[in-house]
């Protein structure tokens, strides 16, 4: 599940807001739902509340017993994150955060990776299981 979120701006007063979530299969196909969907807000919401539960405990066992996740570009391990086959030890990470749809990994020598969080599938999965532990 992917959300993206476009707002656009007139000195300062939004003049469009559009909004669609892009729901992928195990087999790579895809659907995109957008606000030709009444309530497509609330929808989303029921989308990833019902997916997150029924996917998280299998992530979570995975994750504990040291396999590989992938969330689009990036793959996680409990001592290792993957970005585009470039491995990072956790322990060179300083910082994992999102700002202005870009997911950026910064790193103690400064060498940032950013990846926009629109081709990051379920990226709430993924920031909850790096915060529930890391091999550090």
């Not at 956790?90 to 990994?105: A, D, M, N, P």
């Not at 969080?117 to 709430?124: A, D, L, V």
Request: charged share 25%; aromatic share 10%.
């Amino acid at each position: 599940i992917t959300t993206l979120s476009n707002k656009r701006t007139f000195f300062g007063y939004e003049i469009q807001n559009e909004f669609s979530i892009i729901l992928f299969s195990t087999n790579g196909k895809s659907i995109r739902l957008d606000r030709k969907i009444q309530r497509i807000l609330e929808l989303t919401k029921e989308i990833k509340r019902n997916s997150y539960r029924r996917l998280l405990p299998s992530l979570q066992r995975d994750f504990k017993n040291g396999s590989w996740l992938e969330f689009g570009p990036i793959s996680i391990k409990k001592e290792w994150i993957s970005i585009q086959n470039n491995r990072i030890s956790w322990r060179e990470v300083s910082k994992v955060y999102v700002t202005s749809g870009t997911l950026i990994i910064e790193t103690i020598d400064k060498k940032n990776t950013n990846i926009k969080t629109s081709r990051i599938p379920n990226i709430e999965l993924l920031f909850l299981l790096i915060s529930q532990g890391i091999g550090v």
